[in-house]
């Protein structure tokens, strides 16, 4: 039984048992993750009739996404299984994407996500495996939405996807198959692919005394 978030898009949560999704809801504002991912979750907990204590592992998407609404989803999921004592199950946000994809349209599939700055955030898949698991070619990475016939290899032989959401459902299943068949899970850190839209501020300039023209004559 998983908890299942993911806010690389908007926001995503469900609760999942193996191939089943008890509950998801989903929200697609890219900018409210924080006001919105705990009440998403509570929701869910409730519609499927599970109690924390019920869960055995919580998974959520790396990424790739933006540096602010990523960090919400990780930053949750790994309080509430810090909480509970409960392992987090990292994964590829795309792959949560490709999976509910492919298993309806086998083949070659290019998955993109809005990175912001008139960018695209991009994978792309040649199928799934023996086990139902989505094969990644490469990425994820990043490029100008423009561009991205220039940026991936054999372009024209994909289907393209372009995903306003990560379905939490798709990712819980996902994390499920890849424990279930022991594959590896992501990185623990977060696919951000570039720095923040905000910079640190730089080191203060010195202000030298500049004295009026009065104090000059007076000395």
Known sequence: ???AIDTSVGSSVAIVDGERVLA??????SRRHAELVGDLMRQCLVEAGVSSRGLDAVAVGMGPGPFTGLRVGIAAANSFAFGLGLPVLRVVSHDAVALEHLRAQP?????TTDARRRERYWSTYAGVDAAGLPVRLSGPAVAPGTGL???V??????????AERVPAGWLGKLAAGIRLHDREFAAPEPLYLRSADAAVPGSRKRVTERRLPEQRLAT
């Open 24 to 29: 998801e809801r989903s929200v697609d504002d």
């Open 153 to 162: 290899t054999d372009y024209e032989s994909y289907v393209r996807l372009d």
């Open 149 to 151: 016939d220039e940026a």
């Open 1 to 3: 039984m998983l908890l």
């Open 107 to 111: 083949g070659p599939l290019l998955v």
